[in-house]
Every structure is written in C-alpha cells, then in structure tokens.
C-alpha cells in the first residue's frame, strides 16, 4: 500500500456538482481530496482486506444468530427489551440485508484489524461506489494513471443487483434521511437512482415526514401506504421514538431489517474477541463496566455503543484521558478497544472502509485524517490496484 501525490482534475469541483456530489467540501475544506491517491497490489486485496472481511461478517452473523436467542446478550447489548421480538422475528424470517461498511486498520504489511462494522446506516457510499470510479476511468483516459490500473470496486453493480433481489416491484420504494444532513441526502439519492436502475420505483422523503394511519400503517404526505422503505436513520435512535410502537413487518418492510441493530453496535466488538481470542483480524477489547487490562495494554480507546463519526470517542490510559472528541453519546454504555492507531503516512492517518453488500466484499474506500480518530471531516480518497 502506497500513498501517491497526484495533480487533480482541473473540473473535478464543477464535475462533482453536475454529478450530485454536493458535499465534496465540508465546512469550507475539502472533502473529496484527489491530490493524492492510495496504491495497492492485487494480493493485498484479495488476501489481507477481501477474504479477512468476508470471514469477519460470517462470524459478525454468528454473533446475531447467538444474540438473538440470548435475552442476556440482548440486554448486555443495550437493546430495549421492547423490542426484543421486533429484531429476532426480523432474524427468523431471514429479512435480507443491504449493506454496510467495516472500518479496518491496515498498513499494507500485517493483517486487517477491525476497528467497528457500520452495519446500519453508512455514508461515503457514493464517493466509494461512483466517483472514485469516473476519477479512475478519467485519469486512465488522460494518461494520468496507466490503462491497467484497477480498482476494488464493484459496489455499484451489487447494489443495484441486490434492490433487484430483495425490492418489491408492487409498490414503491421509500428512502428516508433525516433533513438539512447533505450527506444523508447525497446517500439515499444515489441508492434511488441504483433502485431505478434495479427496476423499482423510488420515492424520496425525510423521516420526519413519515405519518402513520391506523389500519394503513405508515404513510407519506401524499398518503401513499409505506410498504418498504429504506431508512438511513439508524434503529437505535428509530427505537427511542414514539412511532416505533407502530411498526409492524406485516405493513412495512424496513432496509435494513431490524437484527442489523446487533451489529451497528460496537458491544459486538467485545463479544467477539471473547468467542474469537487472538484472532488476527480482531483487536483485543471489553467492556467499559467489566475492564480487563490484561490484553487492552497501556492505552485504549473508549467508545460508545453507538457513537458515530468519531464523536465521543477517547483515548486512554492508566493516568487518564489523553485525547477526547466531543459529542452526544457520552451517556449510553462503552466497550474499550486495544489502541491500535491507523497508519501514520506523512502525517495523515488512513483506514480502509470495507464495503460489503448482501454480506459479500465488493469494494473498499479510502479515508484520512490529521489525527489518528476518524471524524466526519475526515477526507475520502481514491484508490487503485497496480502491481
């Protein structure tokens, strides 16, 4: 793995908003950032980030399919026992999952380490599926990069397949974000037009548009009966809210299906170095409540159950705090992951987001940042294969 200085496009910026990407800059910085991009050989993806994610997700289902016959599993993962039927009849009737992303730590000499798995609700998904792709097709055409240059990245396709699969063509599909979240929005947009292309009918609207009618269940401001729809609002925040009472399988469909809540949730980062000890591709980790210092080391790192984007995330030791980013999860319970820093290239640190959809590997992307906690300023960057 390489990390290579490149010159950007001259119109990436005006080709970005043509294309929808809206949110390639963030706060005034970039997001999108082409001025450099990471090389990797062949092996290293089929061997140390393709098959190790494959077999972290078999034993990530493992997990669910243990959990959700566990009440004592379920509660230790922070699960509100109300819905406790909602996520295991969501798992016996084999409700078919999209996608997710799992976040590694790799250097491009050991193995893959799994940092979390967003299994829920995770963004970058465009900029990984779509416009690292027309950036590597265009730099091939300009002779920027060579005609052999690859990329690990068939995400698009899977999509588009797998709303084939699991979609209903009898009613529309319903993609929910919440408003005014750009990113979100650049999110379910992309996933309308990969359903478009899988045959179905999307319908965009925000979560906070959603009604719902007796004897009709969930609708839309048009009064449109909700039989499906995919929700980028993830089932932790969706189970703290007064409609939740509502929900019901037999009306509507949820994508992702409720068990996926099991493994958005970084409790499943504890629980598989217990059934998993010394696994290479596992970081040591506990729970916050019941520390075990032993394989945690002299530094580790607090996080949530379901922080995201780096907030609340910490950095300690035995004498104390020596790093925290702010945020609104610091009150729900906490795992403590082995310190284990991404990569330090030239001052920015890289982590490999594996893309995975129906459970299968299908293309990775590429995010930096200053520090060696990933946020949501931290930038995407492009990637190729070349040996």
């Not at 990436?12 to 990471?38: I, N, R, V």
């Not at 499943?268 to 591709?281: A, S």
């Amino acid at each position: 793995m390489q990390r290579m200085l490149a010159t950007p496009r001259h119109d990436w910026c005006s080709q970005a908003e043509a294309l929808g990407f809206h949110f390639h800059s963030l706060d005034g910085e970039p997001y999108w950032d082409e001025s450099l991009y990471y090389r990797f050989s062949l092996r290293q993806v089929e061997e140390d980030i393709e098959a190790p994610s494959a077999e972290l997700e078999a034993m990530c289902l493992a997990l669910v399919a243990e959990a959700i016959d566990s009440e004592a599993l379920l509660a230790r993962m922070a699960i509100p026992e109300a819905f406790w039927p909602l996520v295991r009849d969501s798992w016996k009737r084999d409700e078919p999952a999209l996608y997710g992303r799992m976040d590694l730590c790799y250097d491009g000499h050991g193995p893959a380490r799994f940092y979390e798995y967003n299994a829920d609700t995770p963004t970058s998904l465009y900029e990984a599926a779509f416009f690292q792709w027309v950036w590597l097709e265009q730099c091939r055409e300009a002779g920027r990069l060579p005609a052999r240059a690859d990329q690990y990245n068939r995400i698009q396709e899977a999509l588009i397949a797998r709303l084939a699969m699991l979609g209903e063509r009898q009613a529309p599909l319903h993609l929910a974000c919440c408003p005014e979240h750009i990113e979100d929005m650049g999110t379910v947009t992309y996933l309308a037009d990969c359903a478009a292309q899988a045959g179905l009918e999307p319908v965009l609207t925000y979560i906070d548009d959603i009604g719902h009618r007796p004897g009709a269940g969930f609708i839309d401001l048009n009064d449109t009966p909700i039989r499906q729809l995919f929700k980028l609002y993830p089932w932790e925040w969706l189970f703290q809210e007064p409609f939740a009472a509502h929900i019901d399988p037999r009306t509507t469909r949820f994508i992702e299906p409720a068990w996926k809540s099991l493994l958005s949730n970084k409790a499943i980062l504890p629980l598989l170095w217990e059934r998993h000890p010394g696994h290479p591709n596992l970081i040591p980790a506990c729970f916050a409540d019941a520390p075990d210092s032993a394989p945690l080391g002299e530094r580790w790192v607090r996080k949530p159950f379901f922080s995201r984007e780096g907030a609340n995330i910490a950095i300690e030791t035995p004498t104390g705090v020596t790093t925290r980013v702010p945020g609104p999860y610091d009150q729900g319970p906490a795992i403590l992951q082995a310190w284990t820093p991404p990569p330090d290239v030239g001052g920015r640190h890289p982590i490999i987001g594996s893309w995975l959809v129906g459970g299968e590997p299908v293309g990775l992307g590429v995010r930096e940042d200053d520090s060696p906690i990933t946020r949501d300023s931290s930038r995407f960057v492009p990637h190729i294969i070349l040996d």
